[in-house]
RNA sequence: GGCGGCAUAGCCAAGUGGUAAGGCAGAGGUCUGCAAAACCUCCAUUCCCCAGUUCGAAUCUGGGUGCCGCCUCCA
């Protein structure tokens, strides 16, 4: 079946075609590794995450990059201020290497959480660097490249689609920016590709280049691992849509004039997340919030949140709130008692997986990934006249996209013996009519966190 | 200031010309000793406001109002 994706370059949907046959090449930006991922930032990980198992479900081989940037961003802005890492390195006393691997793995650790699949590749940026410079090298013989006081910088005038991307009005733009000029720079959109060393201060993180000691730009790093990976495989490239006017705009440009070639034939864009009274996440703004601290600390399944993430569309900003968690953690709830429901019903066989519920859900998610859709086709398939088993083959089907652990079954023997004796205890209460006696037992086992269902067929317990 | 986006029930949210998906919450019912879970039924004559185009508009056009994002580190 056809896919369509909404192609940031053409503001368009498209149909999707790989370069090559059935393989996909997918590249995404990955986190810059100086403090923890907020929920803000995981939403476009989902959205990846999907992106990915769509393309998976609909039969390609799907080769996904994910990058880690663990050097060169910096915290100011134009290519002025301090290497995050190196300033998270102060911050809490320990080398950029050890901040650069403490947070990659929470990184990854947030991502299991939340079922995110691995990418086929973990690239780090500083595992690139003999790339990167090459790269520049190409630019530079080229003449895309000058030399200021602090670096080789890219001259985004001589690359004449820099706003394909962003659709961007240049002149207007200069006259706006709000920010400080670094005077030795051609064009306000130049941007570095290497920058020095200070000559007063060791950095922790810097290599020997043609240029001098000093470390690599922001952008360059992608633009470096996308091409070592995925070579002519440039099919789709995915981030959050913050991204666009900067990050990917200038990756464009320093691939394209670097090759003479396409880079990347889609790309796509995550919304943000906003919380109540409107306002994106971010540090800044004072709302962190992380994934531990939102969800798992306080016992709530992290795949909530991927819940919560589906009945959105992903170029829509979502809105988080406590009401919005609620709301997600009943509605998976449901959904996972929904599944119970209908295997029990089925005697834990599963049937063929329904072509009808197959082909709404496909058509739902390949619109451009439309999971609230998709999340509306998955009810009325549930709420269907099929026979319980083939609800069951098609929910398990669907699962496959969704990722939600819906397949996860409870493991009623593996009880503790605590509860078992405790649920043979009120069986007889149950037997004599001892309804008190029977409701009081109910209420310990819940207070352990377990839940109790009288059936017709008798009592089952579960963890809850 | 420039560019872009959004405004649909108590809440979240699909829907881009043919008469309002789905979820959460809520109400009633079946089941149950009572619950819980599940299931069934109900829940927007109406889509921010005003004008226009059309046989027909939440969907198109013009104007207005409000909110947000990017342009500056950022998913």
Not at 39 to 66: C, S
Not at 342 to 349: D, L, N, Q, T, Y
Request: charged letters at 30%; one cysteine or more.
């Amino acid at each position: 079946m056809k896919i369509n994706l909404y192609n940031t370059l053409t503001r368009q949907k498209e149909a999707f075609k790989p370069i090559r046959g059935n393989q996909v090449g997918l590249y995404t930006c990955g986190p810059t590794v100086y403090n923890y991922a907020h929920i803000g930032n995981l939403r476009t990980y989902i959205f990846e995450d999907i992106l990915k198992r769509v393309l998976v479900y609909n039969g390609y081989d799907v080769k996904h990059i994910m990058n880690i940037t663990d050097v060169g961003h910096l915290t100011g802005d134009r290519d002025m201020g301090e290497d995050k890492l190196e300033a998270g390195a102060r911050r809490e006393g320990k080398t950029a290497w050890e901040i650069a691997e403490f947070y990659t793995k929470a990184f990854q650790s947030d991502l299991e959480k939340l079922n995110i699949l691995d990418p086929t590749t973990w690239c780090k940026a500083t595992d690139t660097i003999p790339e990167q410079i090459a790269l520049i090298q190409e630019l530079e013989e080229k003449g895309f490249t000058y030399r200021t006081s602090d670096g080789i910088y890219f001259d985004t005038s001589k690359f004449p689609g820099y706003t394909k991307l962003s659709h961007q009005d240049l002149d207007a733009l200069q006259e706006g920016a709000r920010v400080e000029r670094n005077p030795e720079k051609r064009n306000s959109t130049d941007f570095a590709l290497w920058k020095f060393s200070p000559e007063d201060v060791r950095r922790q993180m810097e290599w020997e280049s043609p240029w001098g000691i000093g470390f690599p730009g922001w952008h360059i790093e992608c633009s470096a691992m996308s091409m070592t990976y995925l070579g002519d495989q440039l099919d789709i490239h995915a981030g959050g849509t913050d991204h666009i006017d900067v990050h990917h705009t200038n990756e464009i440009a320093q691939s394209e004039a670097a090759t003479g070639k396409r880079f990347f034939n889609f790309w796509m864009h995550g919304a943000f997340l906003i919380i109540a009274g409107g306002k994106k996440m971010a540090k800044s703004e004072g709302n962190f919030l992380t994934l531990d601290g939102s969800f798992t600390e306080r016992g709530i399944d992290p795949l909530v949140y991927r819940f919560a993430a589906f009945l959105t569309h992903y170029r829509k900003p979502m809105e988080y709130s406590e009401e919005a968690v609620a709301a997600a953690r009943n509605g998976l709830a449901h959904l996972r008692n929904q599944v119970r429901a209908i295997r029990e019903k089925s005697g834990g066989r599963t049937g063929t997986v329904d072509t009808g519920s197959k082909d709404r859900f496909l058509s739902e998610i390949n619109d451009d990934l439309n999971m609230p859709r998709a999340m509306a086709a998955v009810q009325e398939m549930l709420k269907s006249n099929l026979p319980p088993a083939d609800k069951l083959a098609t929910i398990l089907d669907f699962e496959k996209v969704l990722g939600l652990e819906l397949d996860r079954v409870d493991d009623t023997e593996g009880l503790p013996p605590e509860v078992l004796e405790k649920v043979d205890a009120r069986n007889k209460a149950r037997a004599d009519k001892n309804w008190a006696l029977s409701d009081q037992i109910r209420d310990e086992l819940q207070a352990m966190g377990f839940v109790v269902q009288d059936t017709k067929d008798g009592t089952t317990v579960f963890p809850s």
